[in-house]
């Protein structure tokens, strides 16, 4: 069965300290790749998407992520975290098969000021 | 503007009231679903319309139904609502097609009383 890991449920790292989640998935073929945000009390907000191309992918807020395909991760990178980065973060994937999202159980990062 | 809004935002119901949630979308989108997301957890589908074909996820309970009567509105019926229903709830579309992503509502929260 297709599905998402992120291998950290909580991290809690201290402002200006670089910042790496992780996301890996199982599927062969090709896919669509997907990072939501969703700060306390609010909905989710896509953070940065791969179709194709260029695998290193600038989203907003100074987030980055990186494709590679022979490793089947999609990992979330910020070189210096703030204390409003504090939120959690869902990688997704929507493989060729199946036009729905695959989610990832989500990580929640705390940042201390 | 938004795309994909849903009402109300907040919405409190009592124990075994039919309550009815709505989401609405500007896209034209083919596709709309309906997730549940309780607080840290990642978004749980439970059932989608591709144009107005209803699929309903195995282990959505009959508890929760779904109307479509156009492209661009869809409602969610909680026939009984229980405490454990108690959630966000999240309206999204999108394309079914590869290289496309799917667009949110900002969510209704329910509180059962």
């Known amino acids: 069965a297709q599905s998402v890991s992120q291998h950290n449920h909580h991290v809690i790292l201290s402002e200006a300290a670089s910042l790496e989640l992780g996301c890996n998935y199982s599927?062969?073929?090709?896919?669509?790749l997907f990072w939501y945000v969703q700060y306390p009390g609010q909905h989710l907000q896509l953070l940065l998407k791969?179709?194709?191309?260029d695998p290193l992918v600038k989203g907003i807020k100074g987030f980055e992520a990186e494709f590679i395909k022979s490793k089947f991760s999609f990992n979330l990178r910020k070189p210096s975290v703030q204390w409003s980065d504090t939120a959690e973060y869902f990688c997704?994937?929507?493989?060729?098969?199946?036009?729905?999202?695959?989610w990832g159980a989500g990580t929640k990062l705390i940042i201390k000021p | 503007d938004a795309m994909v809004i849903q009402n109300p935002r907040y919405q409190v119901t009592q124990f075994g009231k039919p309550v009815t949630l709505s989401c609405s979308q500007t896209?034209?989108?083919?596709?709309m679903y309906w997730y549940q997301q309780k607080s840290s957890q990642a978004p749980k589908l439970l059932f989608h319309y591709y144009d107005k074909d209803f699929n309903n996820e195995a282990d959505t309970p009959d508890n929760f139904q779904s109307r479509r009567p156009n492209t661009s509105f869809c409602f969610l019926d909680i026939r009984s609502p229980g405490l454990g229903d108690a959630a966000m709830y999240l309206c999204?579309?999108?394309?079914?097609?590869?290289?496309?992503?799917?667009?949110f509502g900002q969510g209704t929260r329910l509180t059962v009383v």
């Open positions: 896209l034209n989108h083919n596709v």
């Open positions: 599927y062969g073929g090709t896919v669509n």
């Open positions: 999204a579309t999108n394309r079914a097609k590869m290289n496309t992503e799917a667009f």
């Open positions: 997704a994937v929507n493989p060729d098969s199946n036009y729905q999202l695959i």
């Open positions: 791969y179709f194709s191309g």
